[in-house]
């Protein structure tokens, strides 16, 4: 399989090359030449499947012969045996053909563990063929942060140097991140906000050279297109459990940087029969407002009780719109480039090509709140803010109830203490294999917000050593 970059100005490279990077060169992201196709036969035949079979089925075709069968099987089946659910993941009901797809039962309790955990591992066996070492830097405001630590501590050719904003993430977060051990990970507190993290992390992608000649960067957020790829599974997996393929199916994804629903764009166009595709987000409403009013401008952060989704500007959203640019990279440099307070739009056609994809809402805190509450008094059921998002925008937008509509439910409650004890309700309990994370002893350094701090610590810190 041929990857591209939506900015059009390098070469084609193939999947471990996109594996071990970041953006393209040209400062835009990478994907796949074409798609694979899934015919409703094919589609029909997975209902039996276990989910790591299922996984395989649908993400060799991207990978192609790159990494062989076995191999490929070993790393899909020892990530997904860290889930604790039998299901990996397994549907709740939440009402009258409305269901809840658990992502949240993987060692960090967030969705992201999907990816990271394979991400891992893929990286451990591409780089022991190729004998080399790598870097992965990454900022985080949370959930992204534990994930790739616990995803790649044991990998032995990969130092990690997390950036998290000082004192700006939860307590769990934090803990869940610093008290990961291993003489490859590193936890980076910049004096600074997550937008600050970013801008670091960005420019020691830009440029390298503080690196030894044999190292380079690798990116762990969802730029990174395996992160993507691993997300796609999740919808087939649901949907064949539902009535699927047959049966076509919603979604609806609570949405910060436009990577969980565009690996659900990417389900539909490989095959899998969607009806809707609702774009869930909270008061940081750019891709509502664009869908819904074909306004797309940047406004000003805004905290909310869903951390995760506090973002300004949606890095994969890069990627739809050039699907929906013909694949015309310059029209897309274009937009892009054009892009900034200013409110862009598309043509009237192309807007409603969009409508026609997707459906979108957006949902303020004290609507979250009351979702939460209203959940927990007629089920007994807790959501966490970001799946409250997802469950509300879905009662929203749902035009047809006799399509099942699955909101993804993206972390565990215990998590996000905070909106739980705003909608009146005691906090959950952390799951068994964190009761004692308060106990545990952390590790992490402050740093200024300040590129050359940083990046003289990684150069200090990242083993010297080729391995043999
Ligand atoms: C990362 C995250 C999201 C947003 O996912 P995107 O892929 O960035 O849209 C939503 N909920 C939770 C809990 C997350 O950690």
Not at 334 to 362: H, I, Y
Not at 401 to 423: D, N, Q, R, W
Request: aromatic share 10%; charged share 20%; net charge negative.
């Amino acid at each position: 399989m041929k990857y591209i970059s939506t900015r059009g100005a390098c070469p084609e490279q193939n999947f471990e090359q996109v594996l071990l990077t970041g953006l393209a060169p040209d400062g835009g992201l990478y994907v796949p030449k074409e798609l694979p196709h899934f015919s409703l036969a094919q589609i029909s035949s997975w209902k039996d499947l276990s989910y790591s079979e299922l996984a395989l089925k649908i993400i060799t075709p991207f990978i192609g012969d790159e990494i062989p069968a076995p191999a490929l099987r070993t790393i899909i089946e020892e990530s997904y045996a860290e889930f604790d659910h039998p299901d990996v993941a397994p549907l709740t009901k939440l009402g009258d053909n409305e269901w809840m797809l658990e992502l949240y039962h993987g060692p960090t309790l967030a969705f992201k563990d999907f990816a990271l955990q394979v991400l891992g591992r893929l990286l451990d066996y591409v780089l022991k063929e190729k004998d080399q070492r790598v870097v992965i830097l990454g900022a985080t405001s949370g959930d992204t942060g534990s994930a790739a630590l616990e995803g790649c501590r044991h990998s032995e050719r990969v130092d990690i140097f997390i950036l998290h904003p000082h004192n700006r993430v939860s307590d769990v977060q934090r803990k869940q991140m610093t008290t990961v051990l291993g003489d490859n990970v590193f936890n980076l507190a910049v004096e600074g906000n997550f937008d600050d993290c970013q801008r670091i992390v960005k420019a020691a992608f830009a440029d390298q050279s503080f690196l030894p000649d044999d190292r380079q960067l690798v990116a762990v957020n969802s730029i990174n297109w395996a992160r993507i790829l691993m997300q796609i599974v999740y919808y087939f997996y649901a949907a064949l459990r539902l009535g699927g393929p047959e049966q076509a199916v919603s979604f609806s994804v609570p949405t910060g940087n436009f990577g969980d629903i565009y690996a659900g764009y990417l389900a539909k166009r490989i095959g899998l029969p969607i009806k809707q595709l609702v774009v869930a987000t909270n008061t940081n409403d750019i891709l509502h407002r664009f869908i819904s009013a074909n306004d797309y401008s940047a406004t000003d952060l805004i905290h909310t009780y869903s951390p995760s989704m506090d973002i300004l500007v949606s890095s994969n959203f890069e990627r739809y719109l050039f699907d929906l640019f013909d694949r015309d990279a310059e029209a897309l440099c274009a937009f892009m480039n054009r892009f900034g307070t200013q409110s862009l739009k598309v043509s009237e056609p192309q807007w409603q090509q969009v409508r026609a994809c997707f459906d979108s809402a957006s949902v303020d805190d004290e609507t979250t709140c009351k979702t939460i509450a209203e959940v927990y008094s007629r089920l007994g059921l807790l959501l966490d803010p970001h799946t409250a998002v997802g469950v509300k925008a879905a009662q929203l937008c749902n035009s047809d109830k006799s399509v099942p509509m699955i909101t993804l439910s993206t972390a565990h409650p215990a998590k996000f203490g905070a909106a739980i004890t705003a909608a009146g309700i005691e906090t959950p309990e952390l799951p068994d294999h964190l009761q004692d994370l308060f106990e545990r002893e952390e590790h992490y350094t402050v740093v200024a917000n300040d590129l050359a701090e940083v990046t003289a610590f990684v150069k200090s810190h990242i083993h010297k050593k080729q391995l043999a």
